[in-house]
C-alpha cells in the first residue's frame, strides 16, 4: 500500500520568510496530491492540490510543486505571515482508494 | 450546506464501557472516511465506505473496533470495549466520486478513555 514520508515535522521562520515543507511517496499509481491545513483544535482543510498530469500549482502565495519520476511533491509558502501558523499535511491515493496522509508538519511564524 | 457533522464533538468514558461515535456525510457524496489522529501516529486510515459498502477496514486496529453505513447519510464507528489507548481525535470525511474534489472533514470527536 501507499506509504508517504513528510519533512520536516516542525519549522520555525520569520514573518516574511519562505517556507517548504517536502513529501514522499512509495506507490507510483498515486495521481493525486493535496495538501491540508489544521489549525489547532479545528478540522483539516483543503488548501491545495496537484493531480499527476501537472508539475507546478500555484495559488496566491502557495505553490506546489510534484515530480513523479522521484515520487516527491513539495509546499512551498512565501511571505509567510503568522496566521499561516498551524500543522500541514501532505497526502497521496487515487481514484477509488483512501488518501494516505503524512505525519504532519507544525509550522510556526514569528512577527 | 452544513457539511460533514460530528457527533458528539467530546466523549471521556471509562475504560471497558462502548463509544459510539456518529458521522452524517454531505448529501450527494459517495465515499465516507474514518480517521484517528494523535500526535504519535499522525492522521491513519480506519475504514472507508463507497456507497454505504465498507470497501477497506485494513485499518481498523482490533476487532474491539466497527463501523456501519446503514444508508447514505448516516455513519457510525463502536468501540467495545473501549481502552486508555483509544484516545484521540477521531475524523470522518466524506468526498464525492472518490476525492476528485478533495475530502470535506467532519469537527472530529475527541475521546477521551480513562
Known amino acids: 500500500g501507499e506509504n508517504v514520508e513528510q519533512h520536516p515535522s516542525t519549522l520555525s521562520v520569520q514573518e516574511g520568510d519562505s517556507a517548504v515543507i517536502k513529501c514522499t511517496y512509495s506507490?507510483?499509481?498515486?495521481?493525486?496530491f493535496p495538501w491540508y491545513k489544521q489549525e489547532l483544535g479545528k478540522r483539516p482543510q483543503l488548501i491545495i492540490d496537484i493531480r499527476s498530469n501537472v508539475g507546478e500549482k500555484k495559488d496566491q502565495r502557495i505553490a506546489v510543486t510534484l515530480n513523479k519520476t522521484a515520487k516527491h511533491f513539495s509546499l512551498h509558502i512565501t511571505e509567510t505571515q503568522p496566521e499561516d501558523s498551524a500543522v500541514y499535511f501532505c497526502a497521496a491515493g487515487q481514484a477509488g482508494t483512501a488518501l494516505i496522509f503524512g505525519k504532519g508538519t507544525t509550522l510556526s511564524v514569528s512577527s | 450546506d452544513a457539511g460533514v457533522i460530528q457527533s458528539p464533538r467530546h466523549e471521556v468514558t471509562e475504560m471497558g464501557q462502548e463509544v459510539t461515535l456518529r458521522c452524517k456525510p454531505i448529501s450527494g457524496h459517495d465515499y465516507l472516511f474514518w480517521y484517528r489522529q494523535t500526535m504519535m501516529r499522525g492522521l491513519e486510515l480506519l475504514i472507508y465506505?463507497?456507497?454505504?459498502?465498507?470497501?477497506?477496514d485494513s485499518g481498523m486496529p482490533e476487532d474491539r473496533f466497527s463501523a456501519k453505513m446503514p444508508n447514505a447519510s448516516f455513519s457510525t464507528l463502536k468501540i467495545q470495549p473501549s481502552e486508555p489507548r483509544d484516545s484521540a481525535v477521531y475524523f470522518c470525511?466524506?468526498?464525492?466520486?472518490?476525492?476528485?474534489?478533495?475530502?470535506?472533514f467532519g469537527s472530529g470527536t475527541r475521546l477521551t478513555v480513562v
Open positions: 465506505f463507497n456507497n454505504n459498502v465498507p470497501i477497506d
Open positions: 506507490d507510483s499509481a498515486s495521481n493525486y
Open positions: 470525511a466524506s468526498s464525492r466520486t472518490g476525492f476528485i474534489y478533495g475530502y470535506t
